[in-house]
């Protein structure tokens, strides 16, 4: 006897994408996006950056490994709901503790597989990145199709404040990875080969962090002190950091006024490194815009050009608004970096300030590594700055 329950996703353009339900039992709206990772779905899952949204795998198949504690990027799943091609029937890997369906299921998230993720795609590129319904319950197409035209729009949306944490901490002591990688917890003598040996203190505003970032920079030689996105500029400097970190995060970054307004203070103060929101946010603190993109750059093969040195890197992306680089140009600030399938803004530099950003994600997970190298000129950045070289 069959146990598969029909499911569906429908567009606000009236489309209706029929399926098979998988995870929780569930109706939600959200803004249906595509991801082109091969692997790495644990991980996209639990992007803070996803927060609101519907993911679109590309990869034909989904599931396989399983899940783990170890490779989450947050305590629970962001992301509203999944969408898959085919689910994997068969679970096999020896770090797998469950399978994809019931992970979803556990976190009341709900899962369609069976869909024609080819044509979805071809659409979400044509005609752009949409809001959309997902429901693994009873429901009429017209029913799903008005929610789905219900939904709020990504543009003009803050959804950090739904992932930020709400008090400072310094992170280590609970990195659920920490028994089986070489993450070093705070107070340890880095003298591990690779590791500086020296520690800078960095003031990382969580705007809806991965793990994986707070790792990279525990490993480059840093004490991360986390602090909320609604931190102030005297709350930062109470605590005497030597660098500040802004991190990706979810939602239109135009919408983010109090956040501007600290980062701007910021600027003269600190040697400043930010990544995919952060970027966003050092943009609109040098009185810069952002816009939204038709349909994003989302996936682990992303091209990105650097202008000055002429180096091409394979990155890791997830956002779907970028910076106007006419709005920076007058603004003390250059653009570095570009990408090379639409020459969209990945990079920017101060030119007076050690201030640097990209629009990518370094840290990976999932992803190429090629990005790694910036966390060893942020550590370089602070190491001058603290010797009164720049």
Request: aromatic share 8%; hydrophobic share 35%.
């Amino acid at each position: 006897m069959s146990t598969s329950r029909p499911a569906v996703l429908a567009l606000e353009d009236g489309s209706v994408f029929r399926g098979l339900a998988f995870g929780a039992d569930a109706t939600i709206a959200g803004e249906c996006v595509f991801n082109t990772s091969m692997t790495g779905y644990q991980e996209i899952l639990t992007d803070p950056s996803y927060f609101g949204q519907i993911v679109t795998m590309t990869a034909p198949q989904i599931g396989n490994y399983g899940i783990n504690d170890e490779d989450t990027e947050a305590a629970v799943p962001k992301a509203s709901g999944f969408v898959v091609r085919e689910l994997s029937p068969v679970v096999s890997n020896w770090r797998s503790q469950t399978s994809l369906g019931n992970y979803l299921r556990k976190h009341g998230i709900p899962g369609i597989s069976e869909v024609d993720t080819r044509a979805l795609t071809k659409k979400l590129r044509v005609d752009g990145a949409m809001k959309c319904c997902l429901s693994t319950l009873p429901i009429s197409d017209a029913d799903a199709v008005a929610r789905a035209r219900g939904w709020r729009d990504m543009a003009g949306a803050d959804y950090v404040k739904d992932v930020s944490c709400r008090e400072p901490f310094i992170w280590g002591a609970d990195d659920p990875s920490r028994h089986n990688a070489p993450y070093f917890p705070t107070g340890t003598t880095m003298n591990a080969p690779g590791v500086p040996a020296k520690r800078f203190r960095v003031a990382a505003f969580d705007y809806g962090a991965k793990f994986s970032i707070y790792r990279k920079l525990v490993r480059h030689g840093f004490e991360v002190q986390v602090f909320p996105a609604t931190a102030t500029r005297e709350e930062v400097r109470e605590h005497k950091p030597d660098a500040v970190f802004l991190s990706n995060g979810p939602g239109d970054p135009s919408a983010l006024p109090y956040i501007h307004k600290t980062v701007t203070a910021l600027l003269p103060d600190f040697p400043i490194f930010g990544i995919c929101l952060g970027h966003q946010m050092i943009t609109h603190a040098l009185g810069g815009t952002t816009f939204k993109l038709k349909f994003g750059h989302r996936g682990g093969n992303q091209p990105v050009k650097n202008l000055e040195t002429g180096k091409v890197s394979i990155t890791a992306q997830n956002h779907g608004f970028a910076t106007d680089p006419k709005s920076i140009e007058a603004r003390g600030a250059k653009v570095t970096e570009v990408n090379l399938n639409d020459q969209t803004v990945e990079g920017l530099r101060h030119t007076k300030l050690p201030v640097f950003s990209v629009q990518y994600h370094p840290e990976a997970a999932p992803g190429p590594n090629d990005a790694d190298p910036l966390f060893v000129d942020f550590y370089r950045m602070v190491e001058q700055r603290k010797a009164g070289k720049i």
